[in-house]
């Protein structure tokens, strides 16, 4: 929870930097990265934005190999409960680790990368992450109506 409020803190913070930074109107004119072209028109010139640009790249390779573990993850679990056949819960008997599901998900990513637009892509994640979030709470909602006495790891004051 400390986590969340801290991230949102920092966003909160940076929204309002940088619009004490220049005029609301200048936003509605920047079709790209606001950000970046804040920096340039404080700094007066670009080496600002080249590290922060610097710093999205090195980040968008950090949430693409987290996503590509967390796939994996996910389709050996998938397989092990039997959701998915007996062969995405295999694991490679050295390394303990699912390679033929990492093998499988590198492949599908990048035929994606290959074909699908960047926008695109990004609208794809964007909406199918959030109809995972949507199908968990659903399905916590409905777990909680059906099975009421179920333990629970979490309660907030007003379940409580």
């Known amino acids: 929870?400390?986590?969340l409020v801290v991230v949102t803190g920092v966003y909160v913070l940076v929204a309002f930097a940088a619009l004490g930074t220049q005029p609301w109107q200048l936003f509605e004119r920047q079709e790209e990265a606001g950000l970046a072209t804040i920096l340039d028109n404080v700094t007066h010139g670009t080496?600002?934005?080249?590290?922060?640009a610097a710093g999205a790249v090195i980040s968008i390779f950090t949430v693409t190999l987290v996503t590509l573990y967390g796939q994996t993850r996910i389709l050996f679990a998938m397989g092990r409960d039997g959701l998915l056949p007996a062969r995405f819960a295999a694991v490679n008997p050295r390394t303990q680790t699912p390679v033929s599901n990492t093998v499988i998900v590198a492949i599908a990513a990048s035929i994606l990368a290959?074909?699908?637009?960047?926008?695109r892509l990004a609208d794809m994640v964007s909406i199918g992450t959030l109809t995972a979030f949507i199908v968990v709470s659903v399905g916590v909602i409905i777990l909680r109506v059906r099975e009421?006495?179920?333990?629970?790891?979490?309660g907030s004051p007003v379940t409580r």
Not at 114 to 119: E, F, R
């Open 47 to 52: 080496w600002a934005s080249t590290i922060l």
């Open 1 to 3: 929870m400390a986590a």
């Open 148 to 154: 009421p006495d179920l333990p629970r790891g979490f």
């Open 114 to 119: 290959a074909v699908v637009p960047l926008d």
